[in-house]
C-alpha cells in the first residue's frame, strides 16, 4: 500500500474498491471503510461482478462481468477526460506518456464499455464525476484485480487513474494493494520473487549481483527464476526434479488440482515442512515439522509495508524447532556434503544465533529496511518501509515529492478478453474466493469446530435465474464440469452472484474449485487466472 490503513480511513473523501472482498477477506479494513462511510460521510464506489456485503454502504455498485476490469478503468478515464475532470498540474509536472493514454481512451466511449463490462452508462458517469469531483480518493483492490491473465495490465490501468487524478503522495490517496496473507508483503520485501534480491534488487544488475556475491561468498547467477507456476509443471518438463515446501499446499491453492497431482506424483524428491499434515503431505518424501505463529520470533511487514515483531508465546512441540534453524542447518550440511570450493563467510553466514542476527544481515543488504532492528522493534516501535537509517522514522505515504524512477510512467492498457470465455458447452463464468469464515486451504480454519459449525461443507453460488432454468433449489446437489475436472457440492441459490455466472471456494478437499479452475497464466506475473473460467452446471440430486 502507497498509504496506510490509518491514513486512508481518515482522509480519503471515496474509496474506490475494485476486486476486493474487503469487509470479509481484510476485515479490519473492512471495518474502518464502513465506518469511514457512516461516520464522516466518504463515498464508496465498489467494482465488483458479485454482491459482496461492501456494496450495502456503497453509493455505486459497478458491476461489470468477470475479465472486464481495463475495459471498466478506461471507460471511467474516458469520461473523466471529456468532463475536463483530470489533475492537469499533477499530469503535466509529475507524469510521463498522458498523451497516450489520451489517444487510446478515445476508444473507450461510455457505449462501447457498457457493451464490454454490462456496467450501465449512466453508472459509469456517475462513478467518474465522484472520482473526478472529490479528492482525495483512494483504490483498493486484492485478488480480483491481480488473479487474471491481465493481473498486471490491471494493476498498472489503477496507477494510471490515480496519475490522471492526482491521488498519489497525498494523505488518503494512493494505490493500495491488499495482500492476501499475513506475510506476503514481507515475503516479497526479502526477495521471495524469481527476478529479484531483497528490497526489489533486480539479480540482471551486475552491481547487485556483486554486493550480495561479497555479503555471501559465493557466486550468484544473473538469470531471472521460476515462480511457482512454471517450477510445478516443469516436472513433467524434467526441469524440475525436487521441491523443498515450506508453509504451502499446492494441492489445494494452485490451479488445475488434477494437473498439480500428476506433477507431485512425477517429481523425483519432495520436502515438505509444516505444523499439520496437509493435502500435500502424501506426495512428500520428507515430512519436517514446522512451526506456528506462536512458537517463534521475528516480524511480520503487512499490507501497508509496516514491520512488526511477534514474539514466542509458547515453546515449539516435539522435534520442531524455528524454520531458520532448519533450513540453516539443511544449508550447513548440503555445504558438507558437496564439491562446491566456497568461501568461508558461505559457511559463518549460516551461524546465525538468533532472528535478530538475520535482521541485522537484513538491514545491512535491504536498503528500505536499514532502520529496522530488534532493538527498535522490542521497544514497541513499528514503521513502515523505507526506513533508511536507525533513527528514521519510516515512510507513512509513499511518492510524496516524486516517484522512484523521477516522474510516474503512464502506461495505456487495452481491454484483452480472459483466455477462456463460456460457450455452449460450458456456458457458465466460475470465480473463485473464499469466505469469511475458512482461510485458504482450510488446514487451519477446518480444524475449529466453531468455524466448522457455521460453515461446514463446499457451496456453489448460483444465481436465481440460473437456478430455475436448471430446475434446481436450494437444497440440491449439483455437478459443477470445467475441461479440467469435476466436483459436486450443494449449491446456494443467491443473488450475490449475477446470471450466468457461479462462486466457489477452495476449502474443502472433498470439493475443492481448483479442480476446475485454468492454468492460464499472466504473462509477466505468472498468476494464474483464478478469477474466470467457463463451467457448466448439472443437478445430481437432492443430499437430503
Known amino acids: 500500500m502507497s498509504n496506510s490503513i490509518e491514513d486512508i480511513a481518515t482522509h480519503a473523501k471515496v474509496f474506490f474498491a475494485i476486486g476486493t472482498n474487503t469487509t470479509e477477506q481484510h476485515p479490519v479494513l473492512g471495518m474502518r471503510i464502513r465506518q469511514a462511510v457512516k461516520q464522516r460521510g466518504a463515498i464508496l464506489i465498489v467494482a465488483d461482478p458479485r454482491r459482496i456485503p461492501l456494496v450495502d454502504f456503497a453509493t455505486v455498485h459497478l458491476r461489470h462481468k468477470p475479465g472486464t476490469d481495463n475495459a471498466l478503468i478506461n471507460g471511467l478515464i474516458h469520461i473523466i477526460l471529456e468532463k475536463d475532470l483530470q489533475d492537469k498540474d499533477f499530469i503535466n509536472q509529475r507524469t510521463e506518456g498522458f498523451e497516450d493514454l489520451q489517444a487510446l481512451v478515445q476508444e473507450y466511449t461510455p457505449e462501447h464499455v457498457a457493451e464490454i463490462t454490462g456496467v450501465s452508462i449512466e453508472q459509469l458517469n456517475q462513478a467518474a464525476e465522484i472520482m473526478g469531483n472529490n479528492k482525495p480518493m483512494a483504490v483498493l483492490w486484492a485478488m480480483g484485480i491481480t488473479q487474471h491473465t491481465t493481473g498486471v495490465a490491471n494493476v498498472m490501468n489503477l496507477a494510471n487513474l490515480q496519475m490522471i487524478l492526482g491521488n498519489f503522495g497525498i494523505p488518503g490517496g494512493g494505490v493500495n494493494p491488499l495482500r492476501g496473507q499475513n506475510n506476503v508483503q514481507g515475503a516479497c520485501d526479502m526477495g521471495g520473487l524469481p527476478n529479484v534480491y531483497p528490497a526489489y534488487q533486480p539479480v540482471t544488475s551486475d552491481d547487485v549481483r556483486k554486493k ?25 518438463d524434467a526441469k524440475i526434479k525436487a521441491f523443498y515446501i515450506l508453509g504451502e499446499d499446492p494441492i489445494m491453492s494452485d490451479p488445475d488440482t488434477n494437473h498439480i497431482r500428476r506433477c507431485l506424483e512425477e517429481c523425483e524428491f519432495i520436502v515438505l515442512q509444516e505444523i499439520f499434515p496437509t493435502e500435500t503431505a502424501p506426495y512428500a518424501d520428507v515430512l519436517l515439522p514446522g512451526v506456528s505463529f506462536a512458537e517463534k520470533t521475528g516480524t511480520y511487514t503487512n499490507t501497508e509495508r509496516r514491520i512488526q515483531m511477534v514474539r514466542k508465546a509458547i515453546e515449539p512441540e516435539g522435534e520442531a524447532r524455528d524454520d531458520w534453524k532448519t533450513i540453516a542447518e539443511l544449508a550447513k550440511r548440503m555445504l ?65 515529492d516524486k516517484f522512484t524512477r523521477g516522474k510516474g510512467k503512464i502506461i495505456p492498457v487495452e481491454h484483452i478478453p480472459p483466455a477462456e470465455l463460456p460457450d ?34 463446499p457451496l456453489i453460488e448460483i444465481n436465481e435465474e ?3 432454468r436448471m430446475n434446481l433449489n ?15 457440492l450443494e449449491a446456494l441459490v443467491t443473488d450475490r452472484v449475477p446470471p450466468g455466472m457461479v462462486f466457489g471456494n477452495f476449502h474443502f478437499p472433498e470439493a475443492s474449485i481448483n479442480n476446475l479452475t485454468i492454468n492460464a497464466l499472466d504473462p509477466v506475473s505468472k498468476i494464474p487466472e483464478y478469477k474466470v473460467c467457463a463451467v457448466k452446471v448439472e443437478v445430481v440430486s437432492d443430499p437430503s
Open 212 to 236: 550480495f556475491e561479497d555479503a555471501w561468498g559465493t557466486s550468484l547467477s544473473n538469470a531471472v527464476g521460476l515462480t511457482v507456476t512454471e517450477m510445478i509443471p516443469g516436472v513433467l
Open 336 to 400: 558438507a556434503e558437496s564439491d562446491m570450493n566456497v568461501a568461508q563467510s558461505a559457511w559463518s553466514g549460516w551461524d546465525y544465533s538468533s532472528p535478530a542476527d538475520i535482521m541485522k544481515e537484513i538491514a545491512a543488504l535491504t536498503p528500505s529496511y536499514a532502520g529496522v532492528n530488534f532493538e527498535r522493534l522490542e521497544k514497541g516501535e513499528t514503521f513502515q518501509w523505507p526506513v533508511f537509517d536507525a533513527n528514521h522514522p519510516g515512510t507513512p505515504i509513499l511518492h510524496v
Open 424 to 457: 455452449d458447452e460450458y456456458p457458465l463464468v466460475l470465480s473463485t474466493g473464499r469466505v469469511l469464515y475458512h482461510w485458504h486451504g482450510g488446514e487451519l480454519s477446518r480444524r475449529s469446530k466453531g468455524l466448522l459449525e457455521i460453515y461446514d461443507r
Open 466 to 468: 440460473d437456478a430455475v
Open 474 to 488: 436450494g437444497n440440491k446437489l449439483v455437478r459443477v464440469t470445467s475441461r479440467r475436472g469435476s466436483v459436486e
